[in-house]
């Protein structure tokens, strides 16, 4: 039962990494007009629409995190916006169907804008910065369409190693 626990979360310390990497390093280089997608977002909404509220509050708190200590002015602002990400899409555990990839495509979608909305509101409205309408149309909108367009690519990914770390777990470990 350790062993199980250990290796779901030495997965999941895994492919938080290789998001935070991908999201900083190589999608930064094929950003358009300085946009690029949110890769932590994916993985935020994917763990928490696959696993529950819990398990997508905390991969957002970690993916939060991570924003803070390199990126962030604040410690905690990103950990608790992903966290709260995370929790919500988590209340959608319960109508996960793993071969529809429409409603996760949906919640990204709304999760992303959710995420740029609040970084909006905290972070330029506060200081008297108060062109939302040019916002939305540089940051908001091309950032959601391009991490919904990465989403197409990633969330596959995800489900086929969630799939295969269950049926791991249940015995089921032929190779295909």
């Given at each position: 039962?350790?062993?199980?626990?250990?290796?779901?979360?030495?997965?999941?310390?895994?492919?938080?990494?290789?998001?935070?990497?991908?999201?900083?390093?190589?999608?930064?280089?094929?950003?358009?007009?300085?946009?690029?997608?949110?890769?932590?977002?994916?993985?935020?909404?994917?763990?928490?629409?696959?696993?529950?509220?819990?398990?997508?509050?905390?991969?957002?708190?970690?993916?939060g995190m991570?924003?803070?200590?390199?990126?962030?002015?604040?410690?905690?602002?990103?950990?608790?916006?992903?966290?709260?990400i995370g929790?919500?899409?988590?209340?959608?555990?319960?109508?996960?169907?793993?071969?529809?990839?429409?409603?996760?495509?949906?919640l990204i979608?709304?999760?992303?804008?959710?995420?740029?909305?609040?970084?909006?509101?905290?972070?330029?409205?506060?200081?008297?910065?108060?062109?939302?309408?040019?916002?939305?149309?540089?940051?908001?909108?091309?950032?959601?369409?391009?991490?919904?367009?990465?989403?197409?690519?990633?969330?596959?990914?995800?489900?086929?190693?969630?799939?295969?770390?269950?049926?791991?777990?249940?015995?089921?470990?032929?190779?295909?």
């Open positions: 039962r350790i062993k199980r626990f250990m290796k779901r979360n030495i997965i999941l310390f895994f492919v938080i990494l290789c998001g935070f990497v991908l999201q900083t390093t190589l999608f930064q280089t094929l950003s358009f007009g300085g946009i690029s997608p949110n890769i932590l977002i994916i993985i935020t909404v994917s763990y928490g629409f696959m696993h529950g509220k819990k398990y997508g509050m905390v991969v957002g708190f970690i993916c991570l924003m803070d200590i390199f990126y962030g002015s604040v410690l905690g602002f990103y950990a608790l916006v992903y966290l709260y929790a919500a899409n988590g209340v959608f555990h319960s109508i996960f169907y793993q071969d529809d990839i429409k409603l996760p495509l949906v979608l709304t999760s992303d804008f959710a995420y740029s909305f609040t970084c909006y509101v905290l972070l330029y409205l506060l200081r008297r910065r108060f062109d939302f309408v040019f916002y939305l149309k540089s940051i908001i909108i091309p950032e959601i369409v391009y991490t919904i367009f990465v989403t197409v690519f990633i969330y596959p990914c995800i489900l086929f190693l969630n799939r295969t770390k269950d049926d791991f777990e249940r015995g089921d470990n032929k190779v295909v």
